[in-house]
């Protein structure tokens, strides 16, 4: 393998200490529309996906790391690049197990954000809902029409997605903030990174006795101690007023992972 491919691997698939993984959190996703297809990461749409179900991904969903955790290589997906429009992309009142703080949709008029659109047959869907904690982490909803453009052909059907159910974590003045890695226009709030966030995150807790480093090892190695923080900003996250989205009743097959 060429040196520029090696490059490109490592970009996409990079090897993550237990810390880097959730500090880096929404990871890296291209601009362009990749598939997962005959076992190889491949640029450009490969199949039909006329049958498939669009999903707005809005954290690390639109990233091929973490695409291939949940997936592997070896099931055929692909992501398209979009634009979300009303909306900004803010961190939930919730912490993953693997220690990051998610993201979630927050209404916001006039905002722009580049994301992706992960397309899923059913049994793919059947998995992203386990991944998602349907249900308990999130709700599968369908978006307002007219919110979500693919940038590379037109689609005038619904999309849909996940919003957090216990919320978005109020920060300061309860003012939800963005993710600053992900590009915006005219967004009415502040971006902080992931690393930030998660050490606001442990400064609210009162936690001063542990380096962040440490701090985000017991979340991730102590589930009652990761659910117990779940429960302290579910009694103080915001949610939002007039949503654009519908939540939808979903069922599934399978163990939730949270």
């Keep these: 393998m060429g040196k520029n491919n090696t490059n490109e691997s490592d970009q996409l ?18 601009n362009y529309s990749f598939s997962f297809y005959n076992s190889e990461f491949v640029k450009g749409i490969c199949f039909d996906l006329d049958k498939r179900t669009p999903i707005l991904s809005v954290g690390s969903n639109r990233s091929p790391y973490q695409l291939k955790r949940k997936f592997s290589l070896d099931q055929n997906i692909c992501v398209t690049p979009a634009v979300l429009y009303d909306s900004d992309i803010v961190y939930a009142a ?22 992706n659109v992960l397309w899923l047959n059913e049994s793919q869907l059947n998995i992203m809902h386990s991944t998602e904690a349907l249900g308990v982490a999130y709700n599968f909803v369908k978006l307002k029409l ?29 003012i939800p903030k963005r993710l600053s890695a992900l590009k915006s226009e005219d967004s009415k709030l502040e971006g902080v990174s992931e690393g930030e966030a998660l050490v606001y995150l442990k400064n609210y807790l009162g936690v001063e006795d542990k380096s962040l480093s440490k701090w985000i090892d017991r979340v991730i190695t102590d589930k009652i101690y990761r659910l117990r923080i779940h429960e302290i900003l579910r009694s103080k996250s915001i949610k939002p007023q007039n949503p654009n989205w519908e939540v939808l009743e979903t069922c599934f097959k399978g163990d939730l992972i949270i």
């Excluded at 698939?13 to 291209?30: C, G, H, I, Q, T």
């Excluded at 999309?159 to 919320?167: F, L, M, N, Q």
């Design 94 to 115: 919730s912490l993953s197990a693997y220690g990051s703080m998610p993201a979630t949709q927050w209404p916001c008029k006039g905002t722009k954000v580049d994301l």
């Design 13 to 30: 698939f990079p090897k993550l200490s237990f810390y880097n993984r959730a500090v880096s959190y929404p990871y890296f996703a291209p």
């Design 146 to 174: 007219g919110t979500v453009k693919i940038k590379e052909f037109e689609w005038q059907k619904e999309v849909y997605g996940y919003v957090s159910i216990p919320g978005v974590f109020p920060f300061k003045k309860d």
